[in-house]
């Protein structure tokens, strides 16, 4: 029969498996950064990921096919290795999975070993943090135009973004970098997860999750995406974000529906501050602690905050929503402008252009590797991943596939959309029983070929 999983699991049971866990002894491990160079469309990248492996080869946990478990850890487009790294310490010191945490092309910062960001996003000199896509390059004013956008104010208040300047090393940088991932995710993996030793198991956390689900059919030993608030494929993203409007939704309180449909041009990097947790906070604090929340916003701002001081040495800027939000007509402008810079033809152009729009939704074709098991699950206060959009549209819109991965959805009763985020009785989230579920459905079957 095999592991089924669980349609919920109570909040007790969290506070129970999360106490255990934690109070394991570690299973000694060793930490260490995989820092390497790719080529992707004519242009160099750095690419970092971030390693731990049980210290005793075999201590590696081998899954429920016979091969060495590892996993692919992606934070959402803000941050970098740093993100996940509560949850790849708890699934190799706990459960001896070998994990892989990359960052996202030019988020890593290359110029301190400690790859803390300096400083804030926006300094008070008026200078603004940019990505740093390969080593000793660094991205200058003069190459982008600041612009404050109150377009989407309701959801993110003013926006401070940059609009490359066209022909800069910026432009080019910003045209090419999802070709980049693709390149750079295919790598980390490979070299640190081979296919005859190790079965991958991915999950991408918020808008990691196209990204993975992208990964999924492009590495071969990828078995299964372990989907907890992680957005799905950019096209069926994008459908759910049009379902749940701009605001989300959070337990039983009245949704307000607006039109949310991106728009964002290739060139464009968002620029976050104080104000992206505050969008966060408010929601989880409604649903934890219901309106009287409100009589407490001298507090909340606080933790706003503090919650904002601790995040700003992570790189904190993000142009992902092209790939997470499927924004085809962006993705074909970047591919375009990446064919032109390198001399392409015309039929090598198109080429490129397919490649780009083949990001937002799965593959398709008899030489296809299929999306291999998806194993959803949602935490209780998560604004943008409710259960309503995923049992009536996320999931049917898998099952639509051909052929369609097999599906599962997991309600978790306690945690936030950052589910290793602390609160009461749960120090490390419900991070701890997320590693118990996947651990049972590795260990289970669950992503075994039917």
Known sequence: MGWKPPGEIERR????????????????????????RIEAVGLEWDIGAQIYEPSDPSKVAVGADGKKVGVYLLSGGDGD?????PVAKILCGKFGFKVTTMTYPGRLYLDDPSRHWPGDTINPDGTIRTPQWLTGEHITPDQYEVVKDASIRERYGTRTVLHAREGSTFWHRMAGWPAAFERGGIEAMTRNMPEDEYSIYVHGHSTGGPFVFMLSQRVPNVAGVMAIENSAFGYINK?????????????DFEKVVTETQRTDPFYELYIRTWRDKARYVG???????????????P????????????????PQFKCEYTVSTNIEASLEEGARVSAKRMGLDDVDTEALVEQFLGYGRELKGEDVKPVPPVLFCVAKDSRDH????????????????????????????????????????????????????WYDAVMGGYFLAD
């Open 13 to 36: 049971q969290c506070v129970i498996e999360s106490t255990e866990i934690m109070r394991r002894p570690d299973i000694e491990y060793t930490e260490h950064e995989d820092l390497f």
């Open 299 to 314: 507090l909340v701002i606080e933790e706003v905050m503090e919650r904002w001081e601790a995040a700003k040495m992570q």
């Open 81 to 85: 290795f740093n993100t996940m790294a």
């Open 283 to 297: 929601p989880e604090k409604l649903g934890q602690d219901g309106p009287v929340a409100l009589m407490r916003l």
């Open 386 to 437: 409710g259960v309503e959009s995923y049992r009536t549209l996320v999931m049917p819109m898998y099952a639509e596939m051909e052929p369609a991965p097999k599906t599962a959805l997991v309600h978790f009763q306690a945690g936030v959309h950052s589910y290793w985020t602390s609160e009461k009785e749960l120090p490390a989230g419900i991070a701890p029983s997320v590693a118990q579920v």
């Open 239 to 251: 459908a759910k974000l049009a379902k749940i409007g701009s605001l989300g939704a959070i337990g």
